[in-house]
């Protein structure tokens, strides 16, 4: 398969396990309606590659490719009618959300590579592109971003990793399908690891005791 | 008149109705002062025409055309001057913001068909720009977003059904002013059915009985 | 010094102001790790000229020149390490805050007219870029933009009288650094008295009393 081939696939995945982690969380954590559901799934697939592309300066890939928007309606479909099985299982929504998260750090660091910007850009593109989705669905569901508070288990650290793996193994000029592929797995094996052991970033030194 | 003209039109009354609804909403959710009258009145009137704007990649109208931001202006400012005779009926507010959703839905669906985009994502930027204001009024209120809540009397299900009438006819060849009429006037008579008896769209099967 | 000299250098003063204020209003208000405390610094920095680009219809500057995101997350630093000292005082954010907020407004009013944009959307866009930042990272904390709320001390006036000056001097033909400066420091001069003073803007009619 190509380059792109491998990144739309890796793509469509990552869109799917975002669905199936926001609607799950959106029916964990409020009083919503399908509706509700159904865009809280969506809107964490696509949101943080929308956020990447407008401030990339392009149309997003969402309005272009109809295969974005038809797998994230099929993913938070699928949440909305499981949701009775699932909606107590925290596990498999993390791993979700882990998968989603190192899948969409290493395209849009690559996606903002490609268009030419500067490494430190491109990395904190990927992160966007990562964390971008999960927060917009926080901020509709009226709590602090995950990504931000202090038992966050890492989160941004391998997201970080991972699309600074990728941007830097651009610069030496190794561009294909496999970086994406191990610079995704790098970020989901240390959030997995963070996960399971806890890991937490240090807190600032002026925050009050837990 | 012309389509065009038409568009226009119906695109400055809803402006006017949704800066009625989002400072009247405001001033009976939170402590705002004028400032805050007048931005929540603002953004509710032209937010989802600035987020379609800027998922189709082009120069937000509002700030293309003065008219916009002046109608809008006018909106707010009546509301902050009527809000001790208003801001308790909450009636009003629910008719206003059933004018502004339908006709900014019809307008959001024909604007993306115009551009290009396909039918899926030309109904969905139609509904995005009918609640995509409400929305971002709602997170600077510190709460869900009434789109997204159990109780929203089906809400985005209107504006579904009113940029999907547009999105079809505009398919099978037919465009012109009195569609986009036809679509905003479905939009708001399943609404206003909807708040009068009370129906709502169904809660997915793993949420907490209410 | 050229005029494009003085607003880089008033543009960096203002995002490392920013920064700090971001930062230590994270490490006050809510539970957050050093993830948390470096994002808010940076996206209170960096917002509003984010949210006035995408508006313009440009790249965003935060993404074509590394040195505004160099200078945002020295700011986040320095008051990650000094959060001990800091967070309690909040004078100094208020400073921090007053100075971002007049360097900003000016810088995005002087944008948006070099771009072609009318007037009333320049000033605008000016207060947008003074106040988005603060008010991303308001949302993000769960809490009512203070620019918005009715005990923000003003807040927005001073914004749209610094933004409104720049303006209103362009359109008669004297543009040049020094009424960036005379703006920023009319805007700096009329926030510190509001605060000193305890100044508000008018509630509405129809608000409960306080």
Known sequence: MSTLTVLLVLDLIGIFAFALDGSLTAVRTARVDIVGVMSLGVITAIGGGIIRD???????????DWRYLVTALAGATLAFFLSGQLSQLTKPILLFDAAGLSLFVVIGATKAMELGF????ATILGVITGVGGGTIRDVLLNRVPTVLSANSHLYAVPAALGAGFVVVVSVFGFGAGWVAVVGAVLCFVVRVLALRYRWNAPSPPGAPPL
Chains 1, 2, 3 share one sequence.
């Open 118 to 121: 500067g490494p430190l850009q």
């Open 54 to 64: 407008v401030l990339l300066g392009v149309t997003p890939a969402t309005f272009q």
